[in-house]
């Protein structure tokens, strides 16, 4: 097995937020960390340049992860680099609030295509060689609503849902191969997704959190690097949500 600095890890949606806390995560261990993203060129970048002034190897690519051909490029150029991920998050995914009766066919497609055959399509693509190695960690970002499920949700909280069972099974389907699966499901974090709520509303939703405030991007990345360790090994197909007890 690799040392842990010769390690490379692809985080997709990795230009901000959650994303590009947990590719600075592994960067300040020197890792060679690959950001992906789809449109946030200039957000990318400078998550690229906070990684390598850590030291660390880090590189930006853009691909729809909805289509296999983009993703498919994306990894030949991951090859070309001689960085093929050691380590998979899938963090990328959109969210959606509104009631289901609204919901337009095209809504739901997109949603599921982003959130659920987009990790899909990631993990199908770059688990063939952490098998011939014998050796991977794949962790996904999921939420709270994947576990609870929440009131004009519907859609995100059904392909979080999903996430989190498609981690469970096929934790059991790689377990042999040295590789585990597990998914993050975070409560409320102080992201730009939080951003769609007046003051008051902030405030309501904090006081309802026993911990009494939002969690930070840094805490959600800890967690999933820790899950990424090698040391981590026997810690596979489990859904831990760090939520401030939101969700017990």
């Not at 590789?179 to 409560?187: D, W």
Request: net charge neutral.
């Amino acid at each position: 097995m690799k040392p842990l600095s010769e390690m490379t890890v692809l985080i997709t949606g990795a230009s901000r937020g959650i994303g590009a806390a947990i590719a600075a995560r592994f960067a300040a261990e020197r890792m060679n960390v690959v950001i992906h993203y789809l449109h946030s060129h200039e957000a990318a970048n400078e998550t690229a340049r906070r990684c390598m002034a850590s030291g660390a190897n880090a590189m930006t690519v853009s691909a729809d992860i909805r289509s296999r051909e983009q993703l498919l490029r994306m990894k030949e150029k991951l090859e070309q680099r001689g960085m093929v991920p050691d380590i998979v998050v899938n963090n990328a995914g959109i969210s959606h609030y509104g009631m289901l009766a609204d919901v337009a066919d095209e809504t739901w497609d997109d949603i599921m295509a982003v959130n659920l055959r987009g990790m899909f399509l990631t993990t199908q693509l770059f688990m063939p060689a952490m098998i011939a190695r014998r050796y991977g960690r794949i962790v996904n970002v999921s939420s709270v609503w994947g576990l609870s499920g929440a009131s004009c949700e519907v859609l995100y909280s059904t392909t979080k849902g999903g996430m989190n069972a498609f981690t469970k099974a096929l934790a059991k389907e790689l377990a042999r191969s040295g590789i585990t699966v597990n998914a993050v499901a975070p409560g409320a974090v102080d992201t730009a997704m939080l951003g769609n709520l007046e003051l008051s509303e902030k405030t309501a939703l904090q006081e309802e959190i026993p911990a009494g405030r939002f969690a930070q991007p840094d805490e959600i990345a800890s967690l999933v690097y820790f899950l990424s360790l090698p040391e981590s090994g026997y810690i596979t197909g489990q859904i831990i949500s760090p939520n401030g007890g939101w969700v017990t």
